[in-house]
């Protein structure tokens, strides 16, 4: 199997809860069917389009964000995903490095996808897929402090969400079964 059709076939389970993901959906077939380089080569924008696998990790509805160092929101942890490598794999080596912690998938496919254009000094595009991994959130995971400056629990509705990935409040709506608001 190529890895475009491995790619693809990772795509193809998840369900778009609303328009924008079905539109993200879409267009990260087509991409991925396109033959174009799919994993960030040269660091940070090349190409500047490339997968990302995030994994937040989540708690009897508490997700685990990070006070990201690099972007300066609070994040789900995750990572680039290298050249051959499936997401799946990007996820348990990220989560090692990042969390230092083994990854308890909740589910073994991504549950939502998003295209997002980064910030700061070098903006490209990601094609996060996100995979919800179990948590403890009565405690914190020994994270790298290179990545984060903190790393706290918040509970789903009180997480920060005009200082965080835009997606991530339709992410928490999708998981918790809820109509998310319109982007």
């Known amino acids: 199997m190529t890895y475009a059709r491995l790619i693809d076939a990772e795509l193809r389970p998840i369900h778009p809860v609303d328009l924008l993901e079905h539109d993200h959906v879409r267009r990260a077939r087509d991409w991925v069917a396109s033959g174009v380089e799919l994993c960030r080569i040269k660091p940070p924008a090349t190409p500047p389009m490339h997968l990302v696998s995030y994994f937040p990790v989540i708690d009897s509805g508490h997700i685990l964000l990070g006070d990201h160092i690099s972007s300066g929101l609070w994040l789900p942890p995750g990572g680039h995903v290298e050249a051959g490598e499936h997401p799946r794999d990007t996820v348990s ?35 996060s897929l996100w995979y919800a991994l179990q948590g403890d959130h009565a405690r914190i995971p020994d994270y790298d402090p290179r990545e984060y400056r903190a790393m706290r629990w918040f509970r789903f509705d009180d997480a920060p969400f005009d200082d965080t990935d835009p997606n991530l409040e339709r992410f928490l709506a999708k998981l918790s079964g809820q109509q998310p608001a319109k982007p």
């Open 93 to 127: 080596r990220e989560c090692l490095e990042e969390l230092r912690i083994t990854a308890r998938f909740a589910c073994a496919a991504p549950l939502f996808l998003t295209i997002a254009q980064t910030v700061g000094a070098n903006p490209h595009d990601d094609v």
